[in-house]
Structures are given as C-alpha cells and as structure tokens.
C-alpha cells in the first residue's frame, strides 16, 4: 500500500472514510458554532427589542394620558381658569410636558451611557 501512495494513486478503504467523516464533522461544528454565535444573540436582541419598544409605547401612551388628565382637573376641577384665563390650563399642561420631555433628554444624555462613554474615552488615553 505504500508503494501506491508514493506512486500517486489514491488510496481507498477505511482511511479515505474517516477523512470524509472528519470533514463532515468539521462542517457541522462549524456550522453549528456560527448558529449559537450568531442566532442566539440575534434572538435576545430582537427579544429586547420587542419589549423596549413595548415600553416604550406603553410609556409614552401613559404620559399623554396623564397630562390630558391634569388638564381635564385644571379646567373642571377648579374654578380659576374662566373667562380670559381659559387658556391659562393648557399652558401649564405644554409647560409640564416641556419638562418631561426635558427631563427624558437629559437622562437619556447624562445616565449610563455617558458614564459608559467617558469611561471608554479614559480607557483610549490610557493606552
């Protein structure tokens, strides 16, 4: 057998199926490797994705029906706001929802994520 091999010719039998064997188990590792790195990650993103955006909708759905009932007892509830200072509930209503909207920006601003990017930015200086 030997001699065949170092004359060229191909050698068949057991050794030729484990070769083939091999490589077949090499491409199922791989291509199983390649969907628990890829796949996995991919469902948990979308998961969260799902359930932020749900959230989020819910979230906001809350917060404009919190302010029309701040307003609703601004214009019912008390007496003040008759005549010329009809107007004056709903100002107070776009100025709350001024800052909630401020305070939104500034926590998505300032809060974990600037901590997390100033301290990558200290990392890149210290290297």
């Not at 100025?95 to 974990?112: D, F, Y």
Request: no cysteine; charged share 20%.
């Amino acid at each position: 057998m030997r001699l065949r091999a170092m004359a060229g010719e191909r050698e068949s039998g057991p050794s030729r199926s484990r070769i083939r064997e091999s490589g077949t188990d090499a491409f199922r590792l791989t291509v199983n490797y390649l969907k628990q790195e890829t796949l996995g990650p991919l469902k948990g993103l979308a998961r969260t994705l799902v359930f932020g955006l749900l959230g989020a909708i819910s979230l906001a759905i809350a917060v404009v029906l919190w302010l029309l009932a701040i307003l609703r007892i601004l214009e019912t509830e008390t007496g003040a706001f008759h005549g010329n200072l009809s107007w004056l509930p709903y100002l107070i209503v776009m100025a709350l929802a001024t800052v909630v909207i401020g305070a939104a920006i500034w926590r998505i601003t300032r809060g974990p994520a600037a901590r997390r990017r100033r301290a990558a930015r200290s990392e890149g200086r210290n290297e």
